[in-house]
């Protein structure tokens, strides 16, 4: 099974999408072979165990540890820490923006509570301030009085009750007036950083004294979550997808045991969940109802990334790990490729592809292997795929077999490079595919008969290795085909069937010769592109496609129902693709964005590499323009382009080479005629020996493919050997 490569920036090591999630640790006892000794050699070995788990320790009870993680969830990887702090940085930061915008708004509503505090505190103290504990005597006395005037006693004794409330009175309020006066004066002589100080030492209390039982004095913020996961909110949204039965109540039904999270991960949700026994829901059907959980969640279903856990790593038929962004994980600007910038890369290493949701980096190890791409027009296709064959052109030890069906620009670069370079699917470009075919397979025939008479000393496992390229001269071969429906569309059926045999051959015995076939198609149904052909080929990667069926036809039947589904992409994820690279495994990758120019600069540099290596055969190292170009020499672009037309024919009519240079590049060559045609090539120096051509026994006007190299320097020309 062919593991996915995804990394860090370092471009490390392989694991699935989850492995950098924290595994549960395996139960399993550990176990030791004891060796054989001569009276046991034919007894099978027994396994050592810990004396601990032996039954007949009367303290393995108390000394048996479960192996249960003590560190809390957030805390068990340096990437959780990490991750957990950036967002508890940018909480931070959100919410001291959203306060700060605020603060004219808590100080007027903080002065509104001092006054109902000042209000509250002047009712408080106007008891003491008054001597209400003074009035209830004196009223009381006058009671009395009214009742028997005659008693001179008790009078005196309200008179004096009387005066002494009164002079209680006085000092209070004197007091009172004294100390606001003294504060009054020296808040104005003090500075104003004192002033601001004493404010609020007065304000504060005042305004605490002032809140009421529903009073806040901060808005209560809410972060612009698109989904602020729970465990309830997990299950309620499984239990409507019918992944779970119903209870009396949602709270009595079957639950889910969440063995992390949720937690916040990064731009959104993390967690791995059980799915509870006796409810016959496996995994797999989890990942069958991504639409539906992805609609309860609410969320698109685009930001939810769902896997199995498997045993390895720590998990169950039932196990699920989950991951719900906040927002589309796949839009925004593109990530350019590391090969823009690169000056050598070895094939022999995983080639660095793209991003996953979370940012993290997918890498293809291509030794071995075959792939194929599909999807929609303009959805990045031919981009992604071209980042493989990018790869090798940065490593001189690498010979490129190339066939564009189409016959567009999109590989056009690869002239300075390619060792068999076939454009269009007319039939002479059908008659040079199969040549080139015929190439391949006769050289894959004689890998094989050299590495079995090696000795195992230096080809143990019968296959080619770095060793063996560099000794015996046998560089690894990078086969890329792309639209091949425009191929077997354009074939008899004899030779569709022949060139599919041809194919299967390659892609099947041919990665142990060092042959990687890199194979892309539109809409692979069973006519463009034969089942037998694709369910061989051991990589996958789709770009948007209309249904579910047609995502299975490129990725594989029912990877749609695992959760590899290519018909949920949208038209804005552009060069964004499902990957499959073995039965289990598949990721949604963002790929590297490499442009034409840049890919054309690889092209050269990939020349350039070759030259100095000694590596340059083929179409390549007779290109007269792409000599010209390596020279630093300027050909004009109709010779370069005709030249490019006439690849595989010595001689054209000039009704084929218009059309032939109207796909080429219609926006220059759309409006040509025969006369326009002809005035282009004798201003750049093309000189015709004659105007009629015969091709098949028709005459026709037509142009001579040596008349046109014959307007190419002749130093140019030298150096190809023409």
């Not at 980042?387 to 690498?398: K, P, R, S």
Request: glycine residues 8%.
């Amino acid at each position: 099974m062919t593991e996915l490569a995804v990394e860090g920036a370092d471009m490390g090591t392989l694991h699935h999408l989850d492995d950098h999630r924290p595994a549960q640790p395996s139960t399993a006892t550990p176990v030791s072979l004891v060796k054989n000794t001569p009276d046991t050699a034919t007894a099978p070995a027994e396994p050592k165990v810990e004396a601990v788990d032996r039954a007949d320790n009367p303290l393995a009870d108390w000394l048996t540890v479960p192996d249960v993680p003590v560190l809390p969830v957030w805390a068990r990887s340096a990437a959780s820490v990490k991750a957990n702090a950036a967002a508890l940085v940018r909480l931070s930061w959100w919410h001291a923006r959203y306060h700060g915008l605020r603060t004219p708004k808590y100080l007027v509503k903080t002065v509104l509570l001092a006054a109902r505090g000042f209000f509250r505190a002047t009712v408080g103290l106007w008891p003491t301030l008054s001597a209400q504990d003074h009035s209830a005597a004196v009223k009381a006395l006058r009671a009395q009085v009214k009742a028997r005037p005659e008693d001179i006693e008790l009078a005196t004794r309200l008179q004096m009750a009387h005066a002494e409330r009164t002079r209680t009175r006085r000092w209070r309020f004197g007091a009172a007036a004294v100390g606001v006066a003294s504060a009054a004066i020296g808040f104005m002589l003090v500075d104003p950083a004192v002033q601001a100080g004493m404010a609020t030492a007065v304000v504060t209390p005042l305004a605490y004294l002032g809140r009421g039982k529903e009073t806040r004095l901060l808005d209560q913020a809410v972060p612009p979550l698109r989904i602020d996961m729970s465990a309830q909110q997990l299950n309620d949204a499984l239990r409507a997808a019918g992944l779970l039965k119903s209870g009396k109540g949602d709270e009595e039904g079957p639950r889910v045991s969440c063995s992390m999270g949720p937690v916040r991960d990064g731009r959104g949700w993390a967690v791995i969940f059980d799915l509870p026994r006796g409810g016959g829901k496996t995994a797999s059907d989890v990942l069958a109802k991504r639409e539906v959980i992805a609609q309860e969640l609410g969320v698109d279903e685009i930001q939810v990334i769902m896997s199995r856990v498997r045993a390895a790593k720590g998990g169950n038929a039932g196990r699920v790990s989950m991951w719900v962004a906040d927002d589309d994980p796949y839009l925004g600007t593109p990530n350019p490729s590391p090969f823009e910038t690169a000056e050598r890369f070895s094939i022999w290493e995983p080639v660095p592809f793209g991003q996953d949701a979370r940012g993290v980096r997918v890498n293809i190890p291509v030794m071995w292997q075959s792939m194929f791409f599909g999807g929609l027009p303009r959805r990045g296709k031919t981009f992604s795929q071209r980042l493989l064959t990018a790869a090798g052109l940065l490593d001189a030890y690498v010979r490129h077999y190339v066939a564009d069906g189409k016959g567009g620009a999109d590989w056009m670069p690869m002239k300075a490079v390619a060792h068999r370079l076939v454009m269009g699917a007319e039939d002479d470009a059908i008659e040079a595919l199969k040549a080139m075919l015929a190439e391949l397979l006769t050289e894959m025939e004689r890998r094989f008969a050299l590495l079995r008479d090696l000795p195992t000393s230096v080809c143990p496992e019968g296959k080619l290795t770095p060793d063996i390229v560099a000794k015996y001269n046998l560089p690894v071969i990078f086969v890329t085909i792309d639209e091949l429906q425009e191929y077997f569309t354009a074939m008899e059926k004899e030779d569709r069937e022949q060139v599919i045999n041809d194919l299967c051959r390659i892609a099947r015995r041919g990665p142990a010769a060092g042959f990687i076939s890199n194979f892309a198609s539109q809409r692979p149904d069973a006519d463009s592109v034969p089942t037998k052909l694709r369910e061989i080929i051991t990589i996958r990667y789709s770009t948007q496609v209309v249904d579910r069926a047609s995502s299975d036809m490129v990725l594989g039947k029912g990877k749609a129902a695992q959760g590899a589904d290519a018909s949920v992409l949208s038209e804005e994820h552009k060069g964004v693709g499902v990957l499959v690279t073995g039965p289990a495994s598949y990721v949604t990758v963002r790929a590297d964005y490499l442009d034409g120019p840049s890919f054309a600069a690889l092209c050269r540099k990939g020349r350039a590499l070759r030259e100095a290596a000694g590596q340059l055969t083929g179409e390549a190292a007779g290109d007269v323009t792409a000599a010209a170009d390596a020279a630093g020499i300027t050909v004009p672009a109709i010779v370069s382009d005709a030249l490019e037309v006439m690849r595989h024919s010595p001689r054209m009519f000039t009704t084929d080479l218009i059309n032939g240079l109207v796909n080429l590049d219609e926006d220059v060559y759309g409006d040509f005629n025969a006369e326009q045609l002809a005035a282009e090539l004798e201003a750049a120096g093309v000189k015709r020996t004659s105007k009629q051509v015969k091709i098949s026994g028709a005459n026709g006007a037509g142009y001579q493919r040596r008349d046109i190299e014959a307007a190419v320097p002749a130093e140019i020309l030298l150096s190809t050997g023409r």
